[in-house]
């Protein structure tokens, strides 16, 4: 139940994340707001780490494969993408397609095993969904 709770609360903030994002870009231009919504990210982690964790900061070199150390500069593509989508589609628009696209990913991720994860097999259900969430975009956006 938390996790479901945990993902519905994520779901929020990002949709509210993109909105000040975008009117953020509007007065300072999207390299100057990523930058800062990253720097204030790093503020608040190192934050929450200082009251909360206190394991080694350094410990997360030791992580293999190194390329899963990409996470951070893939945060700051997620940011200027989210931003620049809701500009031109809206709010509403963009967050289903991220979503959709994120759930497609997740599910090829786990149908090839890709990045350490366990390899699950493919389900005509699963796929099922899927394509029922984008005909559902394809009826939100239908005019």
């Known amino acids: 139940m938390w996790g479901i709770i945990i993902a519905i609360l994520s779901g929020a903030l990002m949709s509210i994340q993109g909105v000040f994002n975008t009117q953020v870009t509007k007065v300072s231009g999207i390299w100057a707001a990523a930058s800062f919504v990253q720097a204030f990210a790093l503020a608040v982690c190192l934050s929450a780490w200082a009251v909360v964790e206190r394991k080694s900061l350094l410990a997360v070199f030791s992580v293999t494969p190194k390329y899963m150390l990409l996470g951070g500069a893939i945060g700051a593509f997620i940011t200027i993408t989210v931003i620049k989508s809701m500009e031109h589609l809206g709010p509403a628009k963009a967050v289903m397609i991220i979503v959709i ?3 497609a990913v997740a599910y090829g991720i786990e149908l090839l095993g890709a990045f350490s994860v366990e ?14 969430a984008i005909a559902g975009i394809l009826i939100f956006k239908w005019k």
């Open 119 to 132: 390899r699950q097999p493919f389900e005509w259900r699963k796929m099922l969904g899927l394509l029922i």
């Open 101 to 103: 696209a994120q759930l």
